[in-house]
C-alpha cells in the first residue's frame, strides 16, 4: 500500500517539523474523520508517535 520511499519522506517530515519545536510541541490527530479519497477512517495518531520514547510523552485527551 505505501511506497518506502513514501513512509522514508513521511518520517523526515514529521522530524523536520518536531525538531523544531523551542519549548513544546504538539501532535494531534482527529477523533474520527473519513477521507473519501482513500478510503479509510483517520482516527489514531502518526505510526512514528510510537518511535518517541514513552518517558519524554504526555498523553491527554482533549474533548468537545
Do not use: H
Not at 502518526?46 to 468537545?64: G, N, T
Amino acid at each position: 500500500m505505501y511506497k518506502e520511499e513514501d513512509l522514508e519522506e513521511e518520517l523526515r517530515l514529521m522530524y523536520v517539523a518536531a525538531t523544531r519545536a523551542r519549548e513544546n510541541l504538539y501532535f494531534t490527530y482527529p477523533g474520527q474523520i473519513y477521507d473519501r479519497s482513500v478510503g479509510v477512517m483517520l482516527n489514531r495518531p502518526s505510526r512514528f508517535i510510537d518511535m518517541i520514547p514513552e518517558d519524554i510523552l504526555e498523553q491527554r485527551w482533549a474533548e468537545y
